[in-house]
């Protein structure tokens, strides 16, 4: 494929696809089966050399969207009737109940403050290739009922101010709009984190409401946001942005990891 198009002129730079059974096979097949030490992957590892034109690489990644909605079905996976049990790094347990708490909660209000619907929460062969439905779970307004609803149980208020001066590499500009950052929420979450907090329970809405406050960072604010724009400018701090995030799933794997040689099959 890549020889027919190098012969009517058509370069070809990079090659996207799902995460499907065959294409993960075929991409650990082209990295020879290594592995990272870190989540941030380094070019050797995201790149083939062109078999046409020696000097030039074909970068190799999956699909945006298809990744955010494998982390939205795992998390799903976790539900009552599920497979799946999460543990956090620090081994706190969460899981799905708490966006269909979250929806239940916003069910009882006159007037909704999430996107969330049954097509959010009850996941079936349609409403689980839905986009829209999937961005819900980790959209900011879902997001901030979280933490409005976990800060009212804890007694505490995460102030306006206190976001707003925040900095760090997990919170970003908008390309957009210079008055709207991203990462924020995240912020707040950490902010609940650190709150003398005993009740497993609390514990644990903590962990999931931080699960999604990283998704909702990563995809909803900015891979998945069509405003958001790419140059010379911002590319660094973006970089650094992803790289934050993307740690978290590296420490959550290196506790999962250590977790279960000490026989705790937790995931």
């Given at each position: 494929?890549?020889?027919?198009?190098e012969?009517?002129?058509c370069?070809?730079?990079g090659?996207?696809?799902?995460?499907?059974?065959?294409?993960?096979?075929?991409?650990?097949?082209?990295r020879?089966?290594?592995?990272?030490?870190e989540?941030?992957?380094?070019?050797?590892?995201?790149?083939?050399?062109?078999?046409?034109?020696?000097?030039?690489?074909?970068?190799?990644?999956?699909?945006i969207?298809?990744?955010f909605?494998?982390?939205?079905?795992?998390?799903?996976?976790?539900?009552?009737?599920g497979?799946?049990?999460?543990?956090?790094?620090?081994?706190?347990?969460?899981?799905?109940?708490?966006?269909?708490?979250?929806?239940?909660?916003?069910?009882?209000?006159?007037?909704?403050?999430?996107?969330?619907?049954?097509?959010?929460?009850?996941?079936?062969?349609?409403?689980?290739?839905?986009?829209?439905?999937?961005?819900?779970?980790?959209?900011?307004?879902?997001?901030?009922?979280?933490?409005?609803?976990?800060?009212?149980?804890?007694?505490?208020?995460?102030?306006?101010?206190?976001?707003?001066?925040?900095?760090?590499?997990?919170?970003?500009?908008?390309?957009?709009?210079?008055?709207?950052?991203?990462?924020?929420?995240?912020?707040?979450?950490?902010?609940?984190?650190?709150?003398?907090?005993?009740?497993?329970?609390?514990?644990?809405?903590?962990?999931?409401i931080?699960?999604?406050?990283?998704?909702?960072?990563?995809f909803?604010?900015?891979?998945l946001?069509?405003?958001?724009?790419?140059?010379?400018?911002?590319?660094?701090?973006?970089?650094?942005?992803?790289?934050?995030?993307?740690?978290?799933?590296?420490?959550?794997?290196?506790?999962?990891?250590?977790?279960?040689?000490?026989?705790?099959?937790?995931?």
């Open positions: 494929v890549v020889m027919a198009c012969a009517i002129s370069q070809v730079h090659f996207q696809c799902d995460a499907g059974g065959n294409n993960a096979r075929m991409v650990k097949f082209l020879n089966g290594s592995t990272a030490d989540a941030w992957l380094p070019e050797q590892m995201v790149c083939v050399t062109n078999p046409v034109f020696a000097d030039r690489k074909i970068y190799i990644w999956h699909c969207v298809h990744i909605k494998a982390l939205r079905n795992a998390l799903y996976a976790s539900r009552d009737s497979a799946r049990s999460f543990h956090d790094k620090d081994n706190n347990t969460f899981g799905w109940m708490f966006v269909v708490a979250s929806f239940q909660r916003d069910t009882r209000r006159a007037s909704p403050i999430t996107n969330l619907t049954k097509k959010s929460v009850i996941i079936d062969g349609w409403s689980a290739m839905n986009v829209s439905a999937a961005k819900s779970v980790s959209a900011e307004k879902t997001v901030a009922e979280g933490v409005t609803y976990i800060s009212e149980k804890l007694g505490v208020t995460v102030s306006v101010s206190e976001l707003k001066n925040a900095s760090g590499n997990h919170i970003i500009t908008a390309a957009s709009n210079r008055n709207l950052r991203h990462g924020i929420w995240f912020e707040a979450v950490q902010h609940l984190k650190r709150q003398s907090c005993t009740d497993s329970a609390v514990k644990s809405e903590i962990a999931a931080e699960f999604l406050s990283v998704l909702s960072s990563m909803n604010e900015f891979l946001n069509k405003t958001e724009k790419l140059n010379k400018d911002n590319i660094d701090d973006r970089e650094s942005y992803l790289r934050f995030y993307l740690d978290y799933f590296h420490k959550w794997t290196e506790s999962t990891i250590t977790r279960k040689v000490v026989g705790d099959k937790g995931r």
